[in-house]
């Protein structure tokens, strides 16, 4: 009966399938106590990685640029959402309804941000466009790593200087303390909301992939001159994606601000090696393949936390794994080699063979 | 006004250092056509082979600056040959950035397993007096900086311009295809420019580590990515756009922390990129391309 189905489709129900089935496991093994304490406190984070993996991916795989402050995008969904909830939290508004409008509020920013960011990123190519997507995940982390806020009876107080000039009255209460960050956050974010969202995150980037406006996107990729001469608009599709990816790199960020009790924007957080990170997982799970991104960013995190020993190594890996991803996929010299030496093609000269016999 | 003279010296200091590291950037960029992202690994390196050559080896500061030289001269012809040249006619321009992005990542790595995350003190290289002028006064680090800086752009200009090596690297730089039939050995050139842009970065990682007397694995990353900075700053492929481009960015960045927020420096310098890659692609001084369909 499968095999009636659209391929495309078959292809997105064994995605939801892996994640649904890894979910449940994760499930059972918890209930009959066979998961250990450092693997519960991995769960939150590893959907963070996979929603952040895939929102990347939108971006490498399916608009073909490399963004390099993807981090940026989910320290402003981070903040965005920690603030909101900073900011009810003393409130009478049920923990429910208040994460699901901080996760609601996080997509929005980051997703603003990703629209505002895109307006010139957007413009440059290539090597450019990735230097100046880093630059901005860099200006965001540190403008917000010197952002203070503070509440008291008149309102809300704004500096970028320090806690004093905020001129705060007697009953001020800090809510964004500079490089100190937002403390005290609510831990709403838990693991099934979490694969939710990661379900909701492959369903948008996977329908996006299989609808007009991503056929656009798509062939913008392939060949811009000829994706304009047939009448796309290049920049407005650019942007759509480059949003949609920037908001979903924002829920992440929801999910990770509210699993935390100190949020800081700190370089180790938000800065350019969580967006490598991030890349690595693109890279090795396949640029372009939504479910291969799902499956490195949990191999690529648990492996180093379970081998004790590797946790050392955790990131001489990554960078191994990247340069020896690149020159396997990308050289000629070793594309060629697999196409003449590769499994497929020395399955089909078998097939062949038999064919003939 | 003294201050804001002092500020000024210190960001030319800085700046360059910058215009020593963009050089590299500049001229790899304006040859290969791509973007080494472990150019600012590779000072690094040659910061903790100097310092370890000097500390332990007890080699005399000219000798352990050569012994760095050499050394990254060496490290950049290897990653070229293993990392970037399988690379050179892939399908995506996207491989060669990402596999450097991995070569950056491999070189910090290796130096954090091999000497810690913590800082090391590293010793005075080089020993010149400070200079008094009126009120103000200028180090001898800043002093033979800027010296080494001017002497460096002086040479490579004339080595660009004059010798037939340099006129191989124009041509490769201007069309790869012709170069090769013109007889010029396209792969050579290539890992010579390497090998002249990492060479370079050994010393502007001596200058870095003596201006700022401490050296960890992360050291390079930042400058590094500012020198980019500097080198589109100033118009990539252009050599006194490098250092135009990293002599502005050195004082932006020293004035913005004195006058605005350290935190913030940063930033700005970043803010600076895009504004002109935003409104003058090609930097100060570089050449307008036209693309071709």
């Known amino acids: 009966m499968l095999k009636k189905i659209n391929l495309q489709v078959r292809n997105n129900m064994i995605t939801y399938g892996i994640v649904i089935l890894a979910f449940i496991l994760v499930q059972i093994l918890q209930s009959t106590g066979n998961l250990s304490r450092l693997l519960q406190g991995l769960l939150v984070p590893l959907t963070v990685y996979v929603i952040l993996a895939v929102s990347l991916n939108f971006t490498v795989g399916i608009l073909g640029e490399l963004s390099l402050g993807h981090a940026g995008f989910m320290c402003v969904g981070a903040f965005g959402s920690a603030f909101f909830t900073a900011m009810v939290k003393h409130g009478d508004m049920p923990a429910g309804l208040r994460f699901a409008l901080a996760i609601a509020i996080g997509a929005l920013i980051a997703g603003v941000f990703g629209l505002l960011i895109g307006i010139p990123v957007l413009r440059l190519r290539g090597d450019y466009l990735a230097i100046v997507t880093l630059a901005f995940g860099e200006i965001i982390m540190n403008v917000i790593g010197a952002m203070f806020v503070g509440r008291d009876s008149s309102g809300l107080h704004f500096s970028l200087r320090d806690a004093h000039s905020l001129n705060m009255g007697a009953d001020g209460e800090m809510i964004i303390n500079g490089p100190l960050g937002i403390i005290d956050t609510p831990r709403d974010a838990n693991f099934m909301v979490g694969v939710i969202l990661v379900l909701i995150t492959i369903f948008i980037v996977t329908n996006m992939m299989n609808s007009r406006d991503g056929r656009a996107i798509m062939s913008i990729r392939d060949n811009r001159i000829a994706a304009e001469s047939i009448g796309i608009n290049i920049t407005k599709y650019k942007l759509l994606a480059f949003a949609i990816s920037a908001a979903l790199a924002g829920v992440a960020g929801v999910l990770y601000a509210h699993n935390l009790t100190t949020l800081t924007a700190a370089p180790r957080n938000f800065g350019f090696n969580m967006s490598i990170m991030v890349l690595v997982f693109v890279v090795l799970g396949g640029i372009g393949n939504i479910r291969g991104s799902i499956i490195a960013a949990v191999v690529l995190t648990l492996l180093p936390e379970l081998l004790r020993g590797l946790a050392d190594f955790r990131m001489l890996i990554y960078a191994i794994v990247l340069i020896v991803m690149m020159l396997l996929n990308w050289a000629p010299k070793a594309i060629e080699w697999r196409e003449r030496y590769g499994l497929k093609t020395f399955l089909a000269k078998r097939k062949a063979k038999e064919a003939k016999e | ?293």
């Open chain 2, 1 to 293: 006004m003294m201050n804001f003279l002092s500020f000024v010296t210190n960001g030319i200091s800085l700046g360059s250092i910058y215009a020593i590291i963009a050089l590299g950037y500049t001229m790899v960029y304006g040859i290969a056509k791509m973007l080494n992202f472990a150019h600012g690994d590779v000072i690094m390196v040659g910061g903790y082979i100097s310092l370890l050559t000097a500390t332990m080896a007890g080699f005399p500061p000219w000798l352990a600056i050569i012994a760095a030289m050499v050394g990254c001269t060496v490290l950049g012809i290897t990653i070229e040959r293993v990392a970037y040249r399988p690379l050179r006619n892939a399908a995506s321009p996207l491989a060669v950035l990402i596999t450097a992005i991995g070569v950056s990542f491999l070189l910090q790595n290796v130096a954090l397993l091999l000497f810690g995350a913590n800082a090391r003190a590293y010793p005075a290289m080089v020993n010149m007096p400070n200079v008094r002028m009126g009120g103000l006064t200028i180090t001898g680090i800043t002093i033979i900086t800027v010296v080494t800086c001017i002497i460096i752009m002086v040479v490579l200009t004339l080595f660009i311009k004059k010798s037939k090596s340099g006129q191989a690297m124009l041509a490769v730089s201007e069309d790869k295809g012709a170069a090769q039939l013109m007889g010029i050995n396209v792969n050579k050139t290539i890992a010579l420019t390497f090998a002249i842009g990492s060479g370079l970065a050994a010393l502007a990682g001596v200058l870095l580590a003596t201006a700022y007397p401490t050296l960890t694995p992360y050291t390079g990353a930042m400058p590094g990515i500012k020198a980019f900075v500097a080198a589109v700053f100033g118009g990539i492929g252009s050599i006194p756009g490098a250092l135009l481009g990293g002599v502005l960015l050195g004082i932006i960045e020293i004035l913005a922390t004195a006058y605005i927020s350290s935190q913030l420096a940063d930033a700005i310098v970043f803010g600076v990129l895009i504004v002109v890659l935003v409104v003058k692609p090609t930097g100060l001084l570089g050449k307008k391309i036209q693309e071709k369909v």
